[in-house]
């Protein structure tokens, strides 16, 4: 871990890598915005394209670049992996992963240009499968490893799971494979990739940030050291008894429901103990992201009991709320740290602050622009006409994310052109 | 896990009074927020101290490793140090957004650098250090003054 000290220029990825990640995210959130002009409140319903979409758009596009952003950044600082060549390996990631996801939307929208599936399984699987096997075989090949980073191996792992099964399924839209799986095929897949992969990584990564950012007692040994093994193993108990018995999904909903709002429940009571007493954005995204954990397992288990046609759609909207807040929330700590960082560990006198990178007001004002998202979404599903005003928020909350980073990084460009800078070496 | 525990323990110490002085700066009481920074900053520098002439000095001999951890963590020392500064002078301006913003700063540098220590570095002296040699680095770190 030491020789590899992930928070020393020397070994942390350069800022572009983890910049071109969230950027591109926020501009499949505004794509995502554009497209729900045009779908409404059809995304709702979960057989139809307009679902398939907007979710592939939201868990593919925003979700997995933020993540990569994160896990680029994350890797050395937590689990002490120094990623080789990372600039490119983010390149050799990032262009087919854009034009893949492009390629797997467009297929989804024109179904008998099947090429468009084959196009994007293949763009997508090299490139995925490329960048994320060899960091997991890194993470595996640790010796000291901390509960985030066996959480993040598992994670990783989930993530493989989840791409092996998109290519099955691909393969059948293509025609390649007669499909007699794709039903258990498909509920893995989204099983895997909300649970395993989305929820898992986000927890992982809470055992260290939670007490780091915000100085809070450490998690229990029992939560940081069992629960990402123990969703990891239901997932993959499950896929496998779903061949025989495919309303074991049903069992598995509920433990995992049950066991992620335990988790969001500690969390939050986690943030109440913290010793920082000041309250920013960030623990607010925090907070939000949580709840909304909570809410979207309740109507996951509610929904087993009842016929309440609309406990789906918000179990959906509120685990969107879940991924973003946190990813926000993750978001308005890293750029404005890192840029500081980076150019304070360069040398430059006149490295701007935090605050001058990002200003708490500014993460502030995105909060309830975020917030006001997701409440319009829920006021869509009983008066439409609020999918519009979801949609134009949607833009303009991802439009603010993208203009965060352009700032960020013409602010960290013009201080490495014009700043003033102390000559490291004459302290040696 | 003697030299952990104790580590660990001066670290929470000098979490508190960080804490403490963020609050001060954020309702705007300059004087108490001068007063928790200095007690902050003298513990903060006689807990470097402690391990950079008694910890790792002992972990160093012991092991053979002297570019190895601690040479990380003396780096990132002086990164805190140099932080330490600017805070006191935006303190001395009394200016708050710069004061809060390097707090910010400072806590996450400080505790992803406790984060290392703590899970790795301290396990590593309990485990390698000999019990009696231990003892006496133990010792002699309490025994330090600033």
Known sequence: MFSQNGLSLDQAPPLSVIFRFFFLGSLFGILAGVLLFFYQTEIFDASSTAALTFTHLLTLGVMLSFMFAALFQMLPVIAGITLTSPVRRANLLIYPFALGSITLLLGFNFPTLSWLYTLSAFLLGVSLLGTIIPMLSDLLKLQNHSFSSKGMAAALLSLVFVVLLALYLLASLSGYVDGSYYVPVKAAHYSFGLFGWIALLIISISFQVIEMFYVTPPYPKIVSMYLPVGILFLLLGSTITAFFIPDIWILSEILLALLLSAYALLTLKRLTQRKRPLTDATVWFWRMGLSSLILSMLSILILNFTELSLLKPLSYIFFTSFALSIVFAMFYKIVPFLTWFHLNSQGYFSAPLMHEIIHPKTAKKHLYIHLATIITFIASLFFSPFIFLAAALTILSFGWISYQIIHAHFLYKKTQKSGEKFDMGSMN | ?146
Not at chain 2, 136 to 146: H, Q
């Open chain 2, 1 to 146: 896990m003697i030299i952990t525990n104790y580590m660990k323990n001066e670290h929470r110490e000098c979490d508190t009074l960080f804490a403490k002085t963020e609050e001060a700066i954020a309702e705007g009481a300059w004087e108490v927020a001068d007063q928790h920074f200095l007690a902050f900053t003298n513990e903060t520098l006689l807990h470097f101290k402690k391990e950079e002439e008694g910890l790792f000095p002992a972990f160093e001999a012991q092991t053979g490793m002297s570019q190895g951890p601690t040479q990380v963590m003396r780096y990132e020392h002086e990164q805190v140090r140099n932080l330490i500064s600017k805070m006191a002078e935006a303190l001395g301006k009394k200016d708050k957004d710069a004061s809060l913003s390097l707090a910010e700063s400072m806590m996450i540098l400080i505790q992803q650098h406790n984060m290392k220590e703590e899970q790795m570095l301290y396990a590593m002296c309990d485990r390698t250090l000999p019990p009696e040699l231990k003892e006496s680095t133990l010792e002699a770190m309490k025994s330090m003054l600033l």
